[in-house]
Nanobody, 114 residues
Framework: VQLQASGGGLVQPGGSLRLSCVTP????????MAWYRQAPGKQRELVAA???????TYADPVKGRFTISRDNAKNTLYLQMNSLKPEDTAVYYC?????????WGQGTQVTVSS
């Protein structure tokens, strides 16, 4: 399963971006989908997750600013990022867990800078 992540870019502090992760297969029955990020010199960390019953989980630094969602008809996972801060700068990755196997997108760079 190849995941295509997109939507990253350069944005000023306080700005917004929406990341997308498109899959070639239906995501209707997938019970774990998430966004991670990795900043230079740091470990990859969980940003937001969407689990069965559309439960959402967010890392503390992004709570109230980021929203994870899915569009089953488009086989797409989203991450809406508002009120972006310089510390949000990182490569963002989408991840799906299907039958116990992890699938990762290729990453999309988000840079928050004035």
């Amino acid at each position: 399963v190849q995941l295509q992540a997109s939507g990253g870019g350069l944005v000023q502090p306080g700005g917004s971006l929406r990341l997308s992760c498109v899959t070639p297969r239906s995501i209707f029955s997938i019970n774990f989908m998430a966004w991670y990020r990795q900043a230079p010199g740091k470990q990859r960390e969980l940003v937001a997750a969407l689990t069965s019953g559309d439960r959402t989980t967010y890392a503390d630094p992004v709570k109230g600013r980021f929203t994870i969602s899915r569009d089953n008809a488009k086989n797409t996972l989203y991450l809406q990022m508002n009120s972006l801060k310089p510390e949000d700068t990182a490569v963002y990755y989408c991840k799906l867990l299907i039958d116990g196997v992890e699938y990762w997108g290729q990453g999309t760079q988000v840079t928050v800078s004035s």
